[in-house]
């Protein structure tokens, strides 16, 4: 299963060197502030998922031997766990997000989220596994995108560029996949300071299964390594 490619910002290390990238990530992302450009559309219809995956979310997280050698994981605590979801998404809690309904609903209750990241020591790209509880479908995520391909976000006096594309979802056995590339940039380019990711997603009942690959500058995304990684958490939690 091959996806797309894109460039990535560069996080710090989650692997073998613990939490530096889930810090890294949180310190540039929540720096900035967010505002976003695009067009707020009607909400998707107020689906619920309603099959629940009664196992408990770190336990169904990708473990060391799933991830390729270059990416030793490492399993964040639930409020790193929500802090690296926040630097994926490119907005920092309390940013001005305008139009207001790209801001999305990211997860806030710890036990309602799970999340490892392996790091490249070497390239210091990062492959970060999300499992997030949610009733929502993923139609609602899929369209939020649609319609919020670029964000201009602040916070304080920064504000930083969100630019999002679909992708081909990967084709997983799930209820279903969606697929996106994404740049962060800042008011100050330059190599090494745009954030490149590129991110695979899928839901089986509530849980919703994301798997980012994040670069800085114009580094080529591994998509093979993200690929096995993700179909690897696919697969746990169809087992439940």
Same mark, same amino acid.
């Given at each position: 299963?091959?996806?797309?490619?894109?460039?990535?910002?560069?996080?710090?290390? /989650?692997?073998?060197?613990?939490?530096?990238?889930?810090?890294?990530?949180?310190?540039?992302?929540?720096?900035?502030?967010?505002?976003?450009?695009? #067009?707020?559309?009607?909400?998707?219809?107020?689906?619920?998922?309603?099959? #629940?995956?009664?196992?408990?979310?770190?336990? $169904?997280?990708? !473990?060391?031997?799933? /991830?390729?050698?270059?990416?030793?994981?490492?399993?964040?605590?639930?409020? *790193?766990?929500?802090?690296?979801?926040? *630097?994926?998404?490119? =907005?920092?809690?309390?940013? @001005?997000? *305008?139009?207001?309904?790209?801001?999305?609903?990211?997860?806030? *209750?710890?036990?309602?989220? @799970?999340?490892?990241?392996?790091?490249?020591?070497?390239?210091?790209?990062?492959?970060?596994?999300?499992?997030?509880?949610?009733?929502?479908?993923?139609?609602?995520?899929?369209?939020?995108?649609?319609?919020?391909?670029?964000? #201009?976000?602040? #916070?304080?006096?920064? !504000?930083?560029? =969100?630019?999002?594309?679909?992708?081909?979802?990967?084709?997983?056995?799930?209820?279903?996949?969606?697929?996106?590339?994404?740049?962060?940039?800042?008011?100050?380019?330059?190599?090494?300071?745009?954030?490149? $990711?590129?991110?695979?997603?899928?839901? =089986?009942?509530?849980?919703? =299964?994301?798997?980012?690959?994040?670069? /800085?500058?114009?580094?080529?995304?591994? $998509?093979?390594?993200?690929?096995?990684? /993700?179909? @690897? @958490?696919?697969?746990?939690?169809?087992?439940?």
């Amino acid at each position: 299963m091959n996806v797309p490619e894109a460039p990535g910002p560069r996080p710090r290390r /989650f692997g073998r060197g613990g939490l530096a990238g889930c810090a890294a990530l949180g310190l540039l992302l929540t720096a900035c502030g967010q505002t976003v450009s695009g #067009h707020p559309g009607a909400e998707s219809p107020q689906v619920t998922v309603a099959r #629940h995956i009664a196992s408990e979310l770190t336990s $169904m997280l990708p !473990t060391a031997g799933q /991830f390729p050698d270059e990416y030793p994981p490492t399993v964040l605590s639930a409020s *790193d766990a929500i802090g690296a979801d926040a *630097d994926l998404r490119g =907005i920092p809690s309390g940013a @001005a997000v *305008d139009p207001v309904g790209c801001a999305g609903s990211p997860p806030s *209750d710890p036990a309602r989220i @799970a999340a490892t990241v392996g790091t490249d020591e070497d390239t210091r790209a990062s492959i970060t596994v999300e499992l997030i509880r949610t009733t929502d479908p993923l139609a609602r995520l899929r369209a939020q995108l649609q319609r919020c391909g670029t964000v #201009h976000a602040q #916070h304080g006096p920064v !504000t930083n560029t =969100i630019v999002t594309q679909p992708d081909p979802p990967a084709p997983v056995d799930a209820d279903d996949s969606l697929a996106w590339r994404r740049t962060v940039s800042g008011q100050r380019g330059g190599p090494g300071l745009t954030r490149s $990711m590129r991110a695979l997603a899928a839901q =089986i009942g509530d849980v919703r =299964i994301i798997a980012t690959y994040l670069t /800085f500058g114009a580094d080529k995304p591994d $998509m093979t390594a993200l690929d096995q990684v /993700f179909t @690897a @958490a696919v697969q746990d939690v169809r087992k439940g």
